[in-house]
């Protein structure tokens, strides 16, 4: 499984705006002194391998936040933020104002826009949205956490308040991930 650089390159900006460049530069120098492979200039087009990936995020997590995983779902909104909103490189799947639209074609190609693996569905029934995500070659925290809230965040942008119910959890050792999202207009 790879995963598109962009994730690097929103992490950037992130820790970036939080810690300043100087910082941002320290990390990755320590990261590539452990690994070669974040020696070379990762561009949003960059294919990154998975394990490398979570590498990063590991490393990310130990240096700027404490190990605290909560932050994924934080990462998640900042991504959504970032990439949906006007200006954003994906702010063209919020074009449609069709939430139905949104949440079964929209949500599911963008995981494909990120990530070469996995299957992500949505599906809107009354007011309830469905999202799951299987066939993940890994199960990591991250996959949970952050698509979560950068899907709460989507949602927000969208014009939609929600109330979050998990179903099926990596955290709770689940092989697969399934929240159900009840819509509230805001």
Same mark, same amino acid.
């Given at each position: ?17 939080? $810690? ?7 990390? *990755? ?7 070669? $492979? ?16 979570? $590498?990063?995020? &590991? ?42 639209? $949104? ?73 697969? *991930? ?6 509230? &207009?805001?």
């Amino acid at each position: 499984m790879n995963i598109k650089g962009t994730s690097i390159v929103t992490g950037k900006v992130i820790i970036t705006a939080a $810690f300043g460049e100087e910082r941002w530069n320290s990390f *990755i120098a320590k990261l590539a002194a452990k690994d070669k $492979f974040f020696s070379s200039m990762i561009m949003s087009v960059t294919l990154i391998p998975v394990e490398k990936h979570l $590498f990063f995020l &590991d490393e990310m997590l130990k240096e700027f936040f404490n190990n605290d995983t909560n932050q994924y779902i934080i990462f998640g909104r900042v991504a959504a933020k970032f990439a949906l909103s006007p200006g954003g490189p994906y702010h063209s799947y919020l074009l449609t104002k069709d939430i139905k639209q $949104f949440v079964e074609n929209g949500m599911p190609k963008l995981w494909s826009t990120y990530y070469d693996e996995g299957k992500l569905t949505g599906r809107l029934e009354n007011n309830i949205v469905h999202i799951q995500l299987s066939g993940l070659p890994i199960k990591h925290i991250y996959f949970e956490y952050m698509i979560m809230g950068y899907f709460k965040q989507a949602l927000k942008i969208f014009g939609k308040k929600s109330n979050e119910k998990k179903i099926k959890s990596i955290a709770n050792g689940d092989d697969n *991930i399934y929240y159900q999202y009840e819509l509230k &207009d805001t």
